[in-house]
């Protein structure tokens, strides 16, 4: 059984950082790209990151130079380190795998998705 595990989520003041984790099970993600969506309550879930297959990275422009993407194939874990948290980064955050090696901010694109972490950030 295919599964992605989130962790990492909680409550942070704006200006912190946060770390979250994503790690896969089921099989082998290496060969996938990977992503983070979030969704805050009331609005559609967006894109925030990606990592393809080979460590390219894309960025959604409200976190540019906030955030980071990285990956662990020999752990099968995925990571988006969050620093200078704004409140308006407040959502749940889903990661997701897709075994195209495009379409990054498609949220249709993606075969597998995780059940979601909690992002609070106070002002």
């Known amino acids: 059984q295919v599964q992605l595990v989130e962790s990492g989520g909680g409550l942070v003041q704006a200006g912190g950082s946060l770390r979250l984790s994503c790690e896969a099970s089921?099989?082998?993600?290496?060969?996938?790209?990977m992503g983070w969506f979030r969704q805050a309550p009331g609005k559609d879930r967006e894109f925030v990151a990606a990592?393809?297959?080979?460590?390219?990275?894309f960025y959604a422009g409200s976190v540019e130079g906030r955030f980071t993407i990285s990956r662990d194939n020999a752990k099968n874990t995925v990571y988006l380190q969050m620093n200078s948290l704004k409140p308006e980064d407040t959502a749940t955050y889903y990661c997701?795998?897709?075994?195209?090696?495009?379409?990054?901010?498609?949220?249709?694109?993606?075969?597998?998705w995780g059940q979601g972490t909690q992002v609070t950030v106070s002002s």
């Open positions: 997701a795998a897709l075994s195209v090696n495009t379409g990054f901010t498609r949220p249709e694109r993606y075969d597998y």
């Open positions: 089921g099989r082998t993600f290496n060969n996938d790209g």
């Open positions: 990592i393809s297959r080979g460590g390219g990275t």
